[in-house]
């Protein structure tokens, strides 16, 4: 009787400390009440040993998925597990304690180990035969289920000689569509039609193949491969191509000529722009010569006036920090601005750029000193600043006395040096310094002694003037001198501003 099932496949139910087993029935010992397995399936997986064996008080439930023909005997070594619809059914048998087994005859569904689906060429060519024992015990069963189990398509197509050999002479054969059935049993045994024992039982190493991949032979092989047909996309077949960032052009350009400006005498100290084009220093002389030739071409005063406030308004706004501080939700911290400014022309172009700040809704205190007579440049500019929401003053003691947030000075001129022994230059040069404010200077001049009031920032207009360690860091701005305005005095003009007005210098 034990021998008869030698060759069956079982699947073994051990409970949840071992597991669930399956795999073709070796050696059944009734002495010892043991049961082996070969090539064997522990939840799923192919065990690495070739053959397990169980002992009947750890087995829990047994159940009889594929019965063996005659013909199997000779493959024992070959796993198969028959599908047996879409249901799974196979025989139960229940383990007492003493090790004795009964065979409950109700369909069962396996679902831990997997199921290899035999080719239908082997299957049509095997007759399936069942001993007397094995009958008896199944026979029951099959007449049971026979009729749910041939409404499934999968079990008429796995097991047709089967149910051909097993149907009543009387009972009519189904007709096959033909050529489409045979597609589909193509398409079936392409995709099902491997064996179990081809998937590999280990994951794949992806550390240990990407290893073994050198690449930079590959690569070398392909450079070598671009030399010899000349395949290369740029440069010459032997020369390695540039790499370009996503802001440079690809296509070949003339070499950068960085010193596009050149002065008629020495130059005393250089400058340069962000993007590495150098910005020489002129002499007071030349550059008061060049407004001089500009206005005689009709650049005049009032527009250089209205382009230096523009520029420097632009400038001050920035430094006041734009528009994080400049927005509708910060109406309750509007900047406050002192302005500095002498009876000069410096003075009026201080005065233009207040009235810019205050068309920004920025607080703009002025302090400019009375004199009887002023310059008619400054008195079109206070009549325009007046009608603004600024506040000018003539006395310090008018000035905030809490510190503001920029202060612009204008009281420099080189032609007229007298008004630094005033004592309103001195005193509004004491408030500055007290004030600790920091200090933008527009156009400020080369003096030979120290600058009484130290500035953070400079902005110097056309060319900037050979300005010094106290003028802090210098920026320029264009005010409009046409370029062939520059080649009458000598001056060999590139633009350097680019798509600004107001860019800054760096000393070369």
Not at 432 to 460: C, F, T, Y
Not at 485 to 494: K, L
Request: aromatic content about 6%.
């Amino acid at each position: 009787m034990a021998t008869d099932w030698l060759g069956s496949i079982v699947s073994i139910n051990c409970g949840d400390s071992l597991g669930v087993y399956q795999g073709r029935v070796s050696a059944v010992d009734q002495v010892s009440q043991t049961i082996s397995l070969t090539r064997p399936f522990h939840n799923g997986v192919k065990c690495l040993v070739p053959e397990v064996t169980f002992r009947a008080g750890d087995i829990t439930e047994l159940k009889i998925l594929e019965i063996p023909g005659p013909g199997d005997n000779q493959h024992f070594g070959d796993l198969h597990q028959t599908e047996l619809g879409p249901s799974g059914v196979g025989y139960q048998v229940g383990i007492n304690q003493n090790g004795t087994g009964k065979l409950v005859k109700k369909p069962v569904h396996s679902s831990s180990a997997p199921q290899n689906i035999p080719k239908r060429t082997d299957m049509k060519n095997q007759e399936v035969t069942i001993s007397p024992q094995q009958q008896q015990c199944s026979k029951s069963y099959v007449d049971r289920h026979m009729e749910s189990l041939s409404q499934s398509k999968s079990f008429r197509r796995r097991h047709n000689s089967w149910s051909s050999s097993s149907r009543h002479p009387n009972q009519a054969t189904p007709k096959k569509s033909g050529l489409k059935n045979g597609q589909m049993k193509n398409k079936d045994d392409e995709c099902f039609g491997d064996d179990i024992e081809e998937i590999p039982d280990t994951d794949f190493d992806f550390e240990g193949n990407l290893a073994l991949f050198d690449k930079a032979a590959v690569f070398e092989e392909i450079d070598t491969y671009e030399r010899r047909s000349g395949t290369r996309s740029r440069g010459i077949p032997n020369e390695r191509p540039t790499r370009y960032r996503h802001d440079e052009n690809i296509l070949e350009s003339e070499p950068i000529v960085y010193r596009r400006i050149t002065v008629p005498h020495n130059v005393s100290k250089e400058f340069c722009t962000d993007s590495g084009l150098v910005v020489p220093s002129v002499s007071y002389e030349l550059h008061k010569k060049l407004l001089s030739v500009a206005e005689k071409h009709g650049l005049t005063l009032e527009r250089r006036l209205e382009m230096t406030g523009v520029c420097a308004s632009q400038m001050a706004l920035t430094l006041l920090g734009g528009p994080n501080r400049l927005n509708p939700k910060n109406v309750h911290q509007r900047p406050t601005v002192a302005l500095l400014c002498g009876p000069h022309v410096k003075g009026a172009q201080g005065i233009s750029c207040g009235r810019h700040l205050a068309n920004h809704d920025v607080q703009v205190i002025l302090f400019l000193p009375n004199f009887v007579k002023m310059l008619e440049s400054i008195t079109n500019e206070l009549s325009l600043f007046s009608k603004t929401q600024g506040q000018q003053v003539s006395s310090l003691k008018d000035l905030p006395t809490s510190p503001v947030d920029l202060v612009i000075n204008c009281l420099d001129c080189p032609e007229n040096a007298f008004l630094r022994d005033q004592p309103w230059y001195k005193a509004a040069v004491a408030w500055a310094n007290q004030n600790r404010a920091p200090v933008l200077s527009i156009d400020p001049p080369v003096h030979e002694v120290e600058q009484g009031i130290d500035a953070k920032w400079s902005l110097a207009l056309g060319l900037p003037l050979p300005l010094g360690e106290h003028a802090g860091r210098v920026y320029l701005c264009d005010i409009g001198i046409p370029q062939q305005v520059f080649q009458e005095v000598g001056i060999n003009y590139h633009s350097p501003f680019g798509c600004k007005f107001v860019i800054p210098l760096h000393s070369a």
